[in-house]
């Protein structure tokens, strides 16, 4: 079984500011590791994805994502923050099988305030 | 990029009413659908997954009559909610995957509201 834990429900930083989005998950194999965006009556649009190449991951405005293996974690930063990326995130894993079946499994949402 | 269109984006209907749900995956075929209701403030709920000319996989506590998940095609996929009651409104996403790659593609949503 896999689960995502996205530690703190809401996150307010000030326009500049780093952003820092916790998210820890559980899985009994290695996982793939997503990272979404949702504004207000929108559907998902992914950010960024870890499956198994760099640690690293950059993606889309500015966000990147490190995977730590030994702590369980794949929380994501942007060094500056834009009134733009007020909106929900989600941490979501799934199984690394390669069908297309494989679901995902989400956390439950930070969402970012930006303050000017 | 791969791109989903979900139709309607919000529809009203009176309760006791069927509302059909589309998604369309537009430049890639969607082996697998998978249906999601979201409420106010809160993560997604996989509803039901589904494979193009197979019956759905209900998640446990999901009426499968209630919401009626075909998947013909492998460019097509709609949810009916049968005789919607106000206690089906919600937010409604599907999201669909190729046979092969990492990549689910979301629809936009459709904002469901049960009067």
């Known amino acids: 079984a896999q689960s995502v834990t996205q530690l703190g429900s809401h996150v307010s930083v000030s326009e500049g500011a780093l952003v820092l989005l916790r998210c820890n998950y559980s899985?009994?194999?290695?996982?793939?590791l997503f990272w979404y965006v949702q504004y207000p009556n929108q559907g998902l649009q992914l950010l960024l994805k870890?499956?198994?190449?760099?640690?690293l991951v950059k993606g889309i405005n500015g966000f990147e994502a490190e995977f730590k293996k030994s702590e369980t974690s794949f929380h994501l930063t942007k060094p500056s923050a834009h009134m733009r990326d007020a909106a929900e995130y989600f941490c979501?894993?799934?199984?690394?099988?390669?069908?297309?079946?494989?679901?995902?499994?989400f956390g439950e949402g930070t969402q970012l305030t930006v303050n000017p | 990029g791969a791109v989903v269109s979900q139709h309607p984006s919000w529809v009203i209907c009176k309760s006791g009413t069927s509302v059909k749900i589309e998604c369309r995956s537009l430049?890639?075929?969607?082996?697998?659908m998978f249906w999601y209701r979201q409420f106010p403030k809160q993560s997604l709920m996989l509803m039901a997954t589904?494979?193009?000319?197979?019956?759905?996989?209900?998640e446990q506590g999901v009426e499968k009559d209630k919401f009626l998940i075909n998947h013909a095609s492998l460019t097509l996929s709609t949810l009916t909610v049968t005789s919607a009651h106000p206690e089906d409104s919600s937010f409604y996403i599907c999201?669909?995957?190729?046979?092969?790659?990492?990549?689910?593609?979301f629809g936009s949503g459709t904002r469901l509201t049960v009067v």
């Open positions: 999201s669909a995957r190729q046979f092969t790659g990492t990549g689910y593609t």
């Open positions: 899985s009994s194999v290695p996982p793939y």
């Open positions: 870890y499956t198994s190449a760099a640690t």
């Open positions: 979501a894993v799934s199984d690394r099988r390669e069908t297309s079946g494989s679901r995902l499994t």
């Open positions: 430049d890639f075929q969607a082996t697998t």
């Open positions: 589904s494979n193009e000319g197979s019956k759905a996989t209900y």
